[in-house]
């Protein structure tokens, strides 16, 4: 992933410099664990330099597709987020509690570094943005995983009896037997 989602920091002429990148399924495959099985996204970033400063406004939008939390079949989902960043060289200060300046996010670069990575940034933006349910809008569902599920629950039910459903059931049945 060398060179993509790079913004060369060093090589900024002062004012604003736009970038564009489209990123697919092959992106998320770089990460660890990546929920997201497919993705069709486009990426605008604008860097502004103005004397030391250096800014990154980043938008993404497109879609992912994950696999739906009920039936598990792949369900797509809308994505539309983005950040702003302020870029500083040098090390971070030990007793930095402010990791914003105003609505931006610092990152902190070492003075060596001429390029700035954004993908981990845009990864994660990117997944934090997804609800925490993911599931079909109701009726959508494979029926067949539906089907299995609604037969599941009617069987753990008959074997618990009508109060299974509760929470405190176990407790409501020892109660029962004291008195």
Known sequence: ??????VPINGLAQGRTDFRWRVGKTFF???ENSEILAADLDIEVSAEKSGHFIGIDCDVCGDVTVACDRCLE???LPVGTGFRLSVKFGQEPADSSDAE???RE?????ESDADLD????VYDYVC???PVQRVHPEGECNPDAVKFLSSEDEQRGDSRGKDASLPFASLKDLIDKVK
């Not at 992933?1 to 790079?6: C, E, I, V």
């Not at 954004?118 to 940034?121: C, P, R, S």
Request: hydrophobic share 50%.
């Open 29 to 31: 495959e770089h990460f």
């Open 106 to 110: 610092i990152v902190w670069l070492p």
């Open 101 to 103: 300046e105003g609505e």
């Open 74 to 76: 792949e369900l797509r």
């Open 128 to 130: 934090l943005s997804l």
């Open 1 to 6: 992933m060398d060179g993509f989602l790079t």
């Open 118 to 121: 954004l993908g981990q940034i």
